[in-house]
């Protein structure tokens, strides 16, 4: 297995290229995993599809911001790869601290009129307060899980501002995921709730922004591939690594709609997600592989977005 930086660094280096490229490449078709735990299934065969369109808005020029995000996403890139890693509990938190911190930076990007800015800065804010306070990791991880799904849910409101049924759809998952962190039930139990929830919410957005149909195989494979892990989960944290790989493969969709030339980066992911799930001896290693591959597609999401909206 590659050391981590430089598998970030070959994928960057493999999406700079996909970029540059003239030539279609179409979406990787998604098979069902071959045993009966949840994980990432990896298939590189690519389906039948065409390309779909750019989910970025009108480009908006913005020199100033654009260094600003571009800098911030590679100090947050510094700050994953020189984490803590000492134990599962460590890599866990410090891949959720990542994926929070890109996640926000897509949000500010996204957040075109500003309407958000307050919710973005408050909540990054009460993540990184959480972040430097607390030295309890069951705290932690809560506090890493939580800043993650509030970022789905600002830009799941952000996609849907004037749509009052998806507005309500979002309200009850928001209502659900607060009646688990609300609860006294072990941390594991709320993560996979908070899990469940990153699905539910990116899934809403990838499918809006999909507005042609041309993933629809794609999101009828994953939804059963959701639906077959939470039936074969033997614990919690099963349904927390279900819910986070099929977020990762959520992902997969939005990357592919900003760069639909991606494939060759996201058959590189899938190979490692593959390599790296097989060398897994425990459940808490799945559950970090889990939360840093949905760091490593949402880094490549953040910068994508930064690159071409400013």
Same mark, same amino acid.
């Given at each position: ?73 590679? %100090? ?8 803590? $890693?000492?134990? #599962? /509990? @460590? ?6 601290? *990542? ?56 830009? %799941? ?8 049924? $998806?507005?309500? #759809? /979002? @309200? ?6 607060? *009646? ?71 992902? @997969? ?58």
């Amino acid at each position: 297995m590659l050391p981590r930086s430089i598998l970030l660094s070959v994928f960057l280096l493999l999406g700079i290229s996909a970029c540059n490229s003239e030539s279609r490449q179409d979406a990787p078709a998604r098979v069902a995993p071959g045993n009966d735990a949840p994980q990432a299934s990896t298939s590189a065969n690519a389906a039948q599809q065409d390309s779909p369109p750019q989910s970025a808005d009108a480009r908006t020029d913005d020199p100033e911001l654009k260094k600003e995000l571009l800098e911030r996403l590679e %100090a947050i890139r510094n700050s994953n790869e020189t984490g803590m $890693r000492g134990s #599962e /509990i @460590q890599t866990l938190i410090t891949e959720l601290s *990542a994926l929070t911190r890109v996640l926000a930076v897509t949000a500010r990007v996204l957040d075109r009129n500003g309407m958000f800015a307050d919710a973005i800065r408050d909540e990054l804010g009460r993540f990184e307060q959480g972040a430097k306070s607390q030295n309890d990791e069951a705290v932690r991880i809560l506090n890493g899980m939580t800043g993650v799904y509030s970022m789905y849910a600002i830009l %799941a409101k952000m996609r849907f501002v004037g749509i009052e049924k $998806r507005q309500l #759809e /979002i @309200q009850d998952i928001h209502d659900r995921t607060v *009646a688990a962190l609300r609860s006294e039930s072990p941390v594991v139990e709320t993560a996979a709730a908070i899990a469940d929830a990153c699905y539910e919410l990116s899934s809403m957005i990838i499918r809006n922004i999909d507005s042609e149909g041309r993933y629809d195989k794609a999101f009828t494979q994953i939804e059963h591939q959701y639906e077959q892990g939470i039936h074969v989960a033997k614990k919690r944290e099963d349904v927390f690594i279900n819910g986070m790989f099929r977020t990762y493969e959520i992902s @997969q969709l939005w990357l592919l709609s900003i760069n639909p030339k991606a494939t060759d980066v996201i058959t590189q992911l899938n190979a490692s997600v593959s390599e790296d799930s097989g060398s897994a001896t425990n459940v808490g290693m799945q559950m970090g592989i889990a939360a840093g591959y949905l760091f490593l597609i949402s880094y490549l999401i953040a910068q994508a977005t930064v690159n071409i909206m400013l």
